[in-house]
């Protein structure tokens, strides 16, 4: 059973950047495409980035293009979230899940995920 814990989350204030960390374990995690989600209170859980198991491609939501990068480690069995610029609206729970398939569309449905960190941006 693949296990997944987040952190790096915290309060932050508008322009700064965090790091988030997601911690894989109890699977080959070379074989799965990662992703990142996140969930703003009264909101649906949207689509953030992902990156594949194959080659590393990634893709992100236009929302947060060009201030999020996910990058990961296959010998740490890490994937990480790197923000920058953050903005108000980018407060919410921050999620990471794997899925087998080498397809990053946000569409893609996920198989395991962990349990969230928070991430609060102020002015």
């Known amino acids: 059973q693949v296990q997944l814990v987040e952190s790096g989350g915290g309060l932050v204030q508008a322009g700064g950047s965090l790091r988030l960390s997601c911690a894989a374990s109890g699977g080959t995690f070379s074989r799965y495409s990662m992703g990142w989600f996140r969930q703003a209170p009264g909101k649906e859980r949207e689509f953030v980035a992902a990156?594949?198991?194959?080659?590393?491609?990634?893709y992100y939501a236009d929302s947060v293009k060009g201030r999020f990068t996910i990058s990961r480690d296959n010998a740490k069995n890490t994937v990480y979230l790197q923000m920058n610029n953050l903005k108000l609206e980018d407060t919410a729970v921050y999620y990471c899940?794997?899925?087998?398939?080498?397809?990053?569309?946000?569409?893609?449905?996920?198989?395991?995920w962990g349990q969230g960190t928070q991430v609060t941006v102020s002015s």
């Open positions: 990156i594949s198991w194959s080659r590393g491609r990634t």
């Open positions: 899940a794997s899925q087998w398939s080498a397809s990053i569309a946000p569409d893609q449905s996920y198989d395991h």
